[in-house]
């Protein structure tokens, strides 16, 4: 076990602290609760938007703070405000706009406000109408998307404050395609993704280990007290610059390859397991 003493707890949600159907185990929650009365905090790391976060996680006592959008936005979960934002530049909004434009119906965007999440209306009723998507995903998606009829228009009129894009790619032979035009032809952006069918867009100072390391300096923790946990590329850099760094069993290789530590499955509860383990060593 790593000598280090925790004093925050950040997770990611899907496929980590959320199992595979993104429920949060009744375990889990109460984990979360005892660290929190233990003086260990609990915040979340999520590539989600903030207006996407489970209300049932939203309501856990305890919880009081979120890193959103891949870290482009911080948000006081108990008063609904955020903390800290950046927004993409205009300039790099265009190039990204532009590039999608080469692929359209087979790449669709999304746009993100505030935390609130932005779709091109046809994105919906396609995903919505595949059978080969989760009841899960399609409540999540009609949950928390706003659609919108003409994205590129909604995209232009408020060109101005978007957190964060999105690339959903349904041909996913040209992830790699488009991962490599975006390093190449937009400028200023951070960009990564969670899963192999979408790619996530943000500022150049964003990202989970960007945003850990904001929360930090915010709650005077310093970062070699934290503990992350994760499963995807998205979590890698974050798993990596935590003090103690774990991956769930279930997650992709970067995130393997980045802890200090892998556990079991995130169906088997394993993050509120090590989490009880944490505390322990407080005693």
Not at 215 to 244: K, T
Not at 250 to 257: F, H, I, T, Y
Not at 263 to 274: D, F, K, L, R, T
């Amino acid at each position: 076990m790593l000598e280090t003493e925790i004093k925050m707890l950040a997770f990611d949600l899907d496929d980590t602290a959320l199992d595979g159907n993104g429920q949060l185990a009744p375990e889990t929650r109460e984990a979360f609760i005892k660290a929190a009365e233990a003086g260990v905090e609990p915040v979340i790391a999520s590539g989600r938007s903030f207006y996407s976060l489970p209300q049932e996680l939203l309501e856990v006592p305890g919880i009081r703070y979120a890193i959103c959008s891949n870290g482009a936005n911080l948000f006081d979960t108990v008063n609904r405000k955020c903390l800290d934002s950046m927004c993409l530049e205009e300039y790099s909004i265009d190039q990204i706009v532009k590039i999608a434009d080469d692929y359209k119906d087979t790449v669709y965007l999304d746009a993100f406000t505030e935390g609130v999440p932005h779709s091109d209306r046809r994105l919906l009723d396609t995903l919505l109408s595949n059978d080969k998507i989760s009841e899960h995903r399609k409540a999540y998606l009609r949950r928390t998307r706003r659609p919108e009829e003409d994205i590129r228009g909604f995209i232009r009129d408020n060109k101005s404050h978007l957190d964060c894009m999105n690339y959903n790619v349904f041909d996913t032979r040209l992830f790699d395609e488009l991962m490599s035009r975006l390093a190449n032809e937009v400028q200023d952006i951070y960009f990564t993704s969670s899963i192999p069918e979408l790619i996530e867009i943000s500022y150049k100072d964003s990202g989970k280990a960007a945003g850990l390391r904001r929360m930090c300096d915010y709650l005077n923790i310093p970062i070699q007290n934290v503990a992350a946990f994760g499963n995807a590329d998205n979590d890698a850099e974050m798993i990596s610059v935590a003090g103690r760094g774990y991956a769930v069993a279930n997650s992709s290789q970067v995130a393997l390859d980045a802890a200090d530590l892998v556990i079991g499955p995130c169906w088997e509860n394993s993050v509120a397991e090590e989490i009880m383990r944490i505390l322990e060593e407080k005693h």
